[in-house]
């Protein structure tokens, strides 16, 4: 039923989705409610920490807070976007955990996974600022994406670790993947945004990783000629 929808034009879905609308008034009826979650799928060895990654860690410990969903990606509904003309969300394809918290849980998920901090990485502590680093995300697409037949699922997310003592940043960043979905299901959808988020944050850890042990590794060089050996 879903991949038959999907092939039609988007126009012509909010159409009958309309219609729909005014004859689920008469009839007292509703279409029933579908709920969907984000989960980790198995990471690949290109996920995976190197070998002796776990000597550069960083001391102490890192906060997760919740994931800032502006506009329609925190109403709890799934977001779908014709080409880059139009959003709209399902009014009955909700997320069965809002999506600041899902996506705070999955990066706690990866963190620890590939740990980047000697202490666990907690997602949502009573007190953020008792740890040594804070992750804020922001979200900037969630979606599904209608490209005349074609359906994708797309994921851009923002950001930042910062010093939990002083609020300073200590990097920043962000990342965008996006996958064909050849099945144009619901469920086939959620399982691509889960994949595309998974690869968005490791993306995102990685890079602040290079950002935030370099110092450290540069400061176990020793001088070549007499000089720093930072470039």
């Known amino acids: 039923m879903r991949a038959n929808d999907l092939r039609l034009t ?27 979650r984000l989960r980790m799928p198995q990471l690949g060895d290109s996920a995976r920490p190197a070998d002796g990654a776990s000597a550069g860690l960083l001391a102490g410990g890192m906060a997760i807070v919740p994931y800032v969903t502006p ?30 918290t899902m996506l705070g849980m999955l990066t706690e998920d990866i963190f620890r996974a590939r740990p980047m901090t000697r202490d666990p990485a907690v997602f949502d502590p009573p007190s953020p600022h008792a740890y040594s680093y804070v992750w804020r995300g922001l979200v900037r697409e969630l979606e599904e994406v209608d490209r005349g037949t074609q359906v994708f699922a797309v994921v851009r997310l923002d950001a930042r670790v910062v010093r939990a003592r002083d609020d300073s940043i200590l990097w920043s960043g962000t990342a965008r ?54 470039p």
Request: hydrophobic share 40%.
């Open 10 to 36: 988007r126009a012509g879905v909010l159409c009958a989705v309309a219609l729909l609308g005014i004859g689920a008034c008469f009839h007292g009826k509703l279409a029933p409610r579908e709920y969907y």
């Open 71 to 100: 506009g329609l990606y925190g109403d709890g509904n799934i977001v779908y976007r014709i080409d880059d003309m139009a959003y709209g969300s399902y009014p009955n394809r909700e997320w069965a955990v809002p999506l600041p």
């Open 177 to 230: 993947a996006e996958r064909l979905v050849p099945e144009g299901t619901m469920p086939a959808i959620v399982e691509a945004l889960s994949r595309l988020s998974t690869d968005v944050i490791v993306q995102m850890q990685d890079s602040a990783r290079a950002t935030l042990l370099r110092p450290a590794a540069s400061a176990v060089r020793s001088p070549v000629n007499g000089s720093s050996s930072r």
